[in-house]
């Protein structure tokens, strides 16, 4: 029954116009950064590494497809957390504005069913999400770029991956990517049981993703002992996978941290939704 559960959640998203709004954003994003690079990537790798140029002598291809995915990355997966908002948001709120929830509680299943039949049918709309993004942006770099070692140019340092040694942390870092973004699915979703209004829960979620991001970047000290328990802290993970030698304790406390919020998002979601009034 879950899995037919699960199979009618997809068949929803597959039906609303704005479920492919994503996949039209990532592709058009990611099709112009690929073309502008191919254009002028050369002047541009020239203006990030100029500072560099004047302490080191630069030799080699520095701008190749491992390069490119890089530069995508860091600057899509910042911005699918509203793409996902857009499709989870609305999951019980929809269907409660709609006047659809009633009917489908009348269904000999239970709520928790419901509840976590959306999240999981949220989450294979968010994977293909980045999987798409992966498809595109390391596929698409490597066509027109080719490979190389990847360099990447920190504020402290220069880490330099052998070409051999990266395509197994793009391959982790979309993983990750996943996992933050599921987290966002699950938080726009509780908020969506609160509501009868699609729209509220996709604002409140951005504004408390850029609330977070706000603290998080603010040099204030009174800040320091909260930044670490903000999930937005630990939605960037995926770049430690790109450091030398690898912060494995830090990436392992990442994912339990983003792990434990889904989960206590997930919980208050069951507990409320059990307990939501729909004749009211």
């Known amino acids: ?87 989870t948001g609305d999951a019980i709120s929809g269907e409660a504005g709609a006047g659809t929830l009633r009917f489908l ?5 239970s709520r928790g069913s419901i509840i976590m039949s959306k999240y999981c049918a949220g989450s294979l709309y968010t994977l293909g999400l980045v999987i798409w993004l992966g498809i595109l942006a390391l596929g698409g770099g490597l066509l027109l770029f080719g490979p190389g070692d990847l360099v990447v140019i920190k504020s402290e340092e220069i880490i330099i991956l052998q070409s051999s ?16 973004l599921s987290l966002v699915g699950a938080l726009s979703m509780l908020l969506s049981c609160f509501t009868d209004n699609s729209i509220g829960p996709i604002i409140i979620t951005m504004a408390i993703i850029i609330l977070f991001t706000i603290i998080g970047t603010l040099d204030v000290p009174i800040f320091d002992h909260v930044k670490p328990f903000l999930f937005t802290t630990h939605m960037i993970v995926w770049r430690s996978l790109f450091e030398r030698p690898l912060p494995m304790h830090d990436i392992m406390c990442s994912i339990w941290i983003l792990l434990g919020h889904t989960i206590v998002f997930l919980a208050i979601a069951l507990i ?5 009034d729909i004749l009211s």
């Open 1 to 87: 029954m879950f899995l037919k559960l699960t199979w009618i959640e997809i068949q929803k998203i597959a039906a609303k116009p704005r479920s492919y709004i994503g996949m039209i954003v990532i592709t058009v994003i990611v099709l112009v950064i690929l073309l502008a690079m191919k254009a002028d990537g050369t002047s541009y790798i020239k203006f990030v590494t100029q500072s560099v140029e004047q302490s080191f002598l630069v030799e080699g291809k520095i701008l190749n497809g491992y390069l490119v995915c890089f530069i995508i990355l860091q600057t899509l997966i910042i911005q699918i957390p509203l793409l996902v908002a857009l499709i």
């Open 165 to 180: 040694d990266v395509f197994w942390r793009f391959m982790l870092a979309i993983a990750l990517a996943f996992l933050a």
């Open 272 to 276: 409320y939704f059990r307990k939501k």
């Open 105 to 109: 509680l009348t269904k000999p299943v």
